[in-house]
């Protein structure tokens, strides 16, 4: 059995006070009848108070506190941290196991939908290594199994952990004082039979030394199955948001290319005509010839759903009293987990290439269409690249030496399914140990001091890429079994054939793997002294509490890419390159903190307690020529004009610092979303102020009136690091009231307001934002405005994708120009009783986000103040996945002699597509538009067979209700994918957990 041993030193005086109001009332929100509940009188182990440095349980903070405890974890059978957090109210999804195309390897938390940048993840209230270069906490890398509660605290703690806690902070609580031995097992399997996982862990610890000294070790590992999008109806086909049909990507097979000129229908001989637009991008039927594109590349039944996942963790801490005064503490975690993205296969994503006309595999037909391809850059005439007689000589062409050799460079769209799906294998290495040593300076004075040191290490590790440099060089052959370069084994390619036509040995020149490590390191001490001043209010007998301080950070992050990932557009499909990055900041900090009980047990004046902190930080980054200081600060209260009845204020002055990637990372140019380009389409032909627009942007003269929207909704563009961001400011305020009616037994209620505005945001525009700020307001002066000559648009097709070597597209720079804000209320109940056949435990939580807003550039009179809450599109997936206006959680347990019976209910408030983006002529087909809201249904069934042994059985989904389809073009590729959002709405369908517990 689990226990704990009682210690009646000075140093654990106050860990068994009573626990302060708002943690007990989240505490029995999930309570586990059927257990054999603990003694009232035996102290319940060290408790840790999320969001104070003072450790006093007696003096109750201001901030809200939402606690999820290891029984409701138990319930859900969660299988990593990310998946507990995901379905609260309040927290927008984030990345996570639900995201493919986008994922990094790691799982975040986003509290309030303003990123997860701006929250933080602590382990028993302190940092931990971060997993990548923006310095956040990977979920992944929980140990679950000893955690006894998960607190989200709402609104800012910067005061009491650093930097970056504007938004709140996630602390996990591992249990304490553990002896004995636990062991638990789960598997999950849906009803599909596929997307299984598993998950064990054993836990051993016991005290030692008369109870001087305890130490617990956790070991476990976990695992789960992908889940394919082409296993679920309604995900088998890509849909456009836009037209309903049959959506997917432009990078297809057979080929397209571009420096095509259409044919003409009478002659069938490609267009003479100079009012007859250039083709564009066009696509080879079985003919030879290019036509407008008929076969996209559907893409949807390769990705998945439910990233696989693999892990080995190891968790051990362990304190001991070397004396009445001193105790010694330490805490060690390992882990070491494997997630697979899996997405289409890899290609030529519109890479440039060169090819000769006496190409062997060259149709007769595309390469007089390259040759009648129009130069002239004069309106109204028309000039052929090569004449018919310059194209029927280069077509017999013997090599480079003839005379009559020719070549034309394109862009080359060709998937290359031939090779199988592209896979980014991501193994992530991580250790963290801290060790410290606490104590009591007097009765009420106690010090502790701690440093820690921890690693993270990402390797990824991509297959089944193919190279761009492979293909320019297999596209100049002469004949089919030599390259006219025959460096690296060079095999000539046949890019003009449909799928089949790239053999294997084709396939294996073209491909190769290619490797990027990042790793990060995060090194910290910290000292307080904590306690009671030695005096009190003279109406309060409670003494003032305190706790002053001071801590040292050391940040670092590598990123070491390879020569394929360090090269723009070498690695089909890749998104962009992966620079190298090596940056590191450190900061000196000083803080400290006051609750003061003013009244106590006075009429109309329970109690009434104000609260004070501030905090001063000084940065040191490398490199950078000006170095940032900050100060933060705190101020709130609470107030029980009787006992039942608690309300409650917080106010606090919040910072973020610039993390390492947002501050290192050398410009480069990546993939954003964007579904319309307002140069595609004839628009430009007859708007002269429009075309100028285009062409100052880059795009040739011959490709007007033909280019097109981004393939697949994904547009090029320019991002890099700032080393002179400033840390952004934030101004945070919380208002509620908790409420436990004596008239009323076992039932509690709180109600709080939060309120978060940030200034000087660090971050780029929105890709709406970019394109309004040009395309808003057009005018003959537009052409020469640097909203719209910083795009920079496709040499060879027009277009805002492409090759990102030589198409930069969006400008999207870091700065400290935006502003976000959001504000709501969380409501939480709980009832707990006896209703004669049971025992019964209700559990309700809920939020209103009543807005959620982010401007590029407030100074701006014409940019957007963008509202999302409630709202889908690609702006309004800047943070994450779709923030609804209103959730709730509900659940019921029922405890009948040995078993429980649990039953949950999550619902989602409906939401509809942005309408700015509508009112813009950008919004995606009606039918799309609005998301019905959802109801989720889970059962749980738990059976005590013994006071040693457990057995759980549930089933998600109970209903196996399906997402709502919106196509795969509505969002970010990230978070709208296989037509659905399957962040936010289960895709997966019905399943079926089973687990048990053993404990002795």
């Not at 997993?131 to 990977?138: E, I, P, Y």
């Not at 204020?649 to 410009?667: D, K």
């Not at 550039?857 to 994450?880: A, H, I, K, M, Q």
Request: proline share 5%.
């Amino acid at each position: 059995m689990e226990g704990y041993t009682v210690k009646t030193t000075r140093i654990h005086k106050l860990k068994y006070a009573a626990a302060p109001l708002a943690i007990g009332l989240a505490l029995i929100s999930t309570p586990s009848f059927a257990q054999d509940a603990a003694d009232e009188d035996e102290p319940a182990g060290e408790i840790v108070v999320t969001g104070s440095l003072i450790q006093n349980p007696n003096l109750v903070q201001s901030t809200p506190v939402n606690a999820t405890t290891a029984d409701e974890i138990d319930l859900l059978q969660s299988n990593v941290a990310e998946e507990v957090l995901r379905e609260l109210p309040g927290v927008v999804p984030s990345i996570g196991s639900a995201v493919n195309n986008g994922n990094g390897g790691a799982s975040y938390v986003d509290l309030r939908g303003l990123g997860s940048i701006r929250n933080i993840v602590l382990l028993d209230g302190n940092r931990i290594a971060p997993s990548g270069l923006a310095g956040r906490v990977d979920l992944n890398n929980i140990p679950l199994a000893l955690v006894e509660r998960v607190d989200a605290l709402t609104g800012a703690a910067v005061t009491t952990y650093g930097a970056d806690a504007i938004t709140g902070v996630v602390n996990f609580i591992t249990r304490k004082d553990f002896a004995g031995v636990e062991i638990n097992a789960g598997t999950q399997l849906t009803e599909v039979g596929d997307g299984h996982t598993f998950r064990i862990d054993a836990t051993i610890g016991g005290n030692f030394d008369d109870g001087r000294g305890n130490a617990v070790l956790s070991i476990g590992y976990q695992e789960a199955d992908p889940i394919y999008q082409g296993d679920r109806d309604f995900a088998v086909t890509s849909i456009s948001s836009f037209t309903g049909g049959a959506g997917g990507s432009g990078t297809s097979v057979p080929s397209r290319f571009s420096g095509t000129r259409p044919l003409d229908p009478i002659t069938g001989l490609p267009s003479t005509d100079p009012a007859v637009a250039n083709g564009g991008v066009r696509q080879i039927n079985a003919a030879g010839a290019a036509v407008p594109t008929y076969a996209l590349y559907n893409f949807n039944p390769f990705n998945i759903f439910q990233t696989p996942f693999k892990r080995f963790n190891i968790f051990a801490q362990g304190n001991y009293e070397i004396s009445d005064a001193v105790e010694i503490y330490t805490r060690g975690m390992f882990s070491k987990n494997t997630v697979d993205t899996i997405i289409a296969p890899s290609g030529s994503f519109g890479g440039t290439v060169t090819i000769n006309l006496n190409n062997p595999y060259l149709p007769a037909t595309l390469r007089n269409q390259f040759c009648a391809f129009n130069t002239s850059t004069v309106a109204g005439t028309y000039q052929a690249r090569f004449s018919t007689a310059e194209c029927d000589a280069a077509a017999t062409a013997t090599g480079r030496t003839d005379a009559a050799y020719r070549e034309v460079t394109v862009t080359l769209s060709r998937r290359t399914p031939e090779v199988g799906p592209r896979i980014s294998n991501y193994q992530t290495t991580i250790f963290d140990y801290r060790i410290g040593a606490r104590g009591g300076i007097t009765d009420s004075i106690d010090w502790d001091i701690s440093g820690s040191y921890g690693e993270s290490e990402n390797l990824q590790t991509i297959k089944n890429y193919t190279l761009q440099s492979r293909f320019r060089q297999a596209a100049l052959a002469n004949n089919t079994t030599t390259c006219q370069t025959a460096t690296n084994g060079c095999v000539p390619v046949n890019i003009f054939g449909p799928e089949g036509s790239i053999t294997p040995e084709m396939a294996a020149f073209l491909t190769a793997d290619s490797t990027t490590l990042v790793r990060t390191t995060l090194a910290q001490v910290r000292g307080t002294i904590t306690g009671e001043a030695g005096f009190a209010s003279p109406w309060a007998s409670e003494q003032v509490g305190f706790a002053v301080g001071g801590e040292y950070r050391k940040y670092g992050a590598t990123q070491a890419s390879d020569l394929l990932s360090q090269t723009p557009g070498e690695l089909g499909g890749a998104g962009g390159a992966a620079p190298n990055i090596d940056g590191a900041y450190d900061v000196y900090e000083a803080f400290g903190e006051i609750i003061a009980p003013i009244v106590e047990d006075k009429p109309l004046f329970h109690s009434l307690t104000l609260e004070a902190g501030i905090r001063y930080s000084s940065y040191s980054v490398d490199g950078a020529a000006q170095q940032n200081k900050t100060t933060t600060w705190k101020a709130g209260g609470s107030w029980e004009p009787v006992e039942s009845l608690k309300i409650r204020g917080n106010y606090s002055r919040a910072v973020r610092a610039p993390n390492i990637g947002e501050l290192f990372t050398p410009q480069t140019v990546g993939l954003t979303n964007l579904g319309v380009d307002n140069c595609a389409g004839a628009a430009p032909t007859t708007n002269a102020n429009l075309r100028a627009i285009c062409l100052a942007q880059g795009a040739p003269v011959g490709t007007i009136g033909s280019i097109t929207n981004p393939t697949a909704g994904q547009a090029n563009i320019t991002v890099g690091g700032n080393l002179n961001l400033k840390p952004e400011k934030a101004d945070t305020w919380t208002l509620g009231f908790v409420f436990q009616p004596d008239f009323i037994p076992g039932f509690n209620i709180s109600l709080d307001y939060y309120n978060i505005k940030i200034n000087s945001v660090i971050g780029t525009a929105l890709p709406g934002d970019i394109m309004q700020a040009c395309f808003g307001n057009i005018t003959a002066a537009s052409a020469s405005s640097a909203a719209c000559t910083s795009i920079r648009r496709n040499p060879i097709t027009g277009g805002l994708d492409g090759d990102p070597a030589t198409t930069g597209g969006l400008f999207g720079p870091t700065n400290n120009l935006g502003k976000l804000s959001t504000d709501g209320f969380d409501l939480l109940a709980n009832w707990k009783g006896d209703i004669g056949f049971a025992d019964l435990s209700l559990a309700f939580v809920g939020n209103w986000t009543r807005s959620s807003k982010f401007n590029a550039n407030p100074v701006d009179p014409n940019s957007l103040n963008r509202e999302c809450v409630g709202y889908f599109s690609v702006n309004c997936s800047f943070t994450g996945s779709i923030q609804p206006e209103f959730q709730t959680s509900t659940r019921a347990t029922f405890g009948v002699g040995d078993v429980d019976l649990s039953f949950l209910w999550r619902w989602i408030d409906a939401v509809e597509y942005e309408p700015a983006e509508v009112a813009l002529g950008n919004g995606i087909l009606p039918e799309f538009r609005n998301i019905p809201a959802e109801h989720y249904f889970d059962l749980t069934a738990r059976w005590n067979a013994s006071d040693n042994f457990s057995f759980t059985f549930t089933v998600q989904n109970l209903l196996d209700n399906k997402p709502f389809v919106v196509g795969n073009t509505a969002g970010s590729t990230s978070f709208n994918s296989g037509n659905v959002y399957p962040s936010t709405y289960d895709a997966l369908g019905r399943r079926f957990g089973v687990g048990a517990k053993l404990t002795f």
